[in-house]
């Protein structure tokens, strides 16, 4: 039984070594040293190239090295094997830390206070509004959306939340569906978007969706986005900032990676640039749940956090 490991972009190796030492039994292949196709039973990919799964007889599952699944899914030769994908609290707790900070660096004004500093100027802003005076709103409840929220509620920000189907959280309000959307982005002065990348979330964010966000706030609207780039209009961003629709932005994600030098969101100081790293999957958190799901399912458990084809996510 053995491990096919297709990544791009990643260094295999500390994948490799993780995966060794959690599954000695388990001979790991890469495309690259990959002789007997038929000797495959499970997948592990990272933006695999499109059709390096292809012709494996014995394959039993693919699993996903990050949460999203939109590399996996857009293989148009991809096999009808189940698709798992990391649900794990490191990469939760991480996401969570990179949407808490991003948020508190749009209401505490940080980069009006950093430029400050550098022109060693003294003055405050006497109204800074409290965290419950700011209204978060996610879009996405899902395993993150809803880390984030819990803790950036805990901070005493007014959170609400949108998703797809409906949900109840205690707590805060929540909003699903088109005409949800809406009523959500009426109250919100922050905007984070933990979403899945999918035909339904491609190009969500863009001057139609800003333009909704209101201007009655003391903060905002800004907007941060850590789910995917594909669901952001990158022009329409920076034609927000520009024109003053939207005071700041903060961007892990984009629509191209990595983002390309031309970029005018590079250069800009209403916004915060990170290289989709707010959550990374790291090696050692990650390779041990694989190796438990592996464990899992040859002891005849059935998957858990599987991905509906359909739905994209
Ligand atoms: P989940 O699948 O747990 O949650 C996805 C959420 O998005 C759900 O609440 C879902 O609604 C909602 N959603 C999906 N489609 C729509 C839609 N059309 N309209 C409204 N809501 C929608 O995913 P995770 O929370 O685990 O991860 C979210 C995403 O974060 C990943 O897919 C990935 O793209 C991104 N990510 C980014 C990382 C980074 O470092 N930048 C790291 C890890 C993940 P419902 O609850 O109704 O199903
Ligand atoms: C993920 C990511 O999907 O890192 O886990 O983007």
Do not use: C
């Amino acid at each position: 039984m053995s491990l096919l490991l297709a990544v791009t972009g990643w260094d295999p190796d500390p994948w490799l070594a993780r995966l060794r030492a959690l599954l000695p039994d388990h001979p790991i292949a890469t495309p690259e040293t990959l002789k007997d196709l038929s000797h495959i039973r499970y997948a592990l990919t990272w933006r695999h190239r499109p059709g390096a799964l292809v012709d494996l007889p014995n394959l039993k599952a693919i699993f996903s090295l990050g949460a999203g699944v939109d590399h996996v899914l857009e293989d148009p030769r991809l096999p009808d094997a189940p698709i798992v994908r990391v649900i794990d609290p490191d990469l939760t707790a991480r996401m969570s830390e990179w949407v808490v900070l991003q948020v508190l660096l749009h209401h505490r004004q940080f980069r009006r206070y950093d430029l400050q500093q550098q022109q060693k100027i003294w003055a405050e802003d006497e109204d800074q509004p409290a965290a419950s005076d700011v209204r978060v709103g996610l879009l996405g409840l899902g395993e993150l959306g809803r880390d984030a929220a819990g803790k950036l509620k805990a901070l005493g920000f007014d959170v609400a939340g949108w998703s797809r189907t409906p949900k109840s959280v205690e707590g805060f309000s929540t909003y699903h569906g088109a005409q949800g959307l809406d009523a959500l982005l009426a109250r919100t002065d922050i905007l984070v978007s933990l979403l899945p990348l999918t035909p339904e979330t491609r190009g969500l964010i863009d001057a139609k969706l800003i333009a909704k966000l209101p201007r009655d706030g003391r903060i905002g609207p800004a907007l941060i986005n850590a789910g995917r780039g594909g669901s952001q209009v990158e022009a329409d961003i920076v034609a927000a900032l520009d024109s003053g629709r939207l005071k700041g932005a903060s961007l892990d994600v984009f629509e191209t990676e990595p983002l390309p030098p031309s970029s005018p969101l590079w250069g800009r100081e209403d916004v915060f640039v990170s290289p989709h790293n707010a959550a990374i999957s790291e090696p050692g958190a990650v390779a041990k749940y694989i190796a438990g799901e592996i464990a899992a399912l040859e002891r005849g458990t059935v998957l858990s956090n599987l991905v509906e084809r359909e739905r994209g996510y």
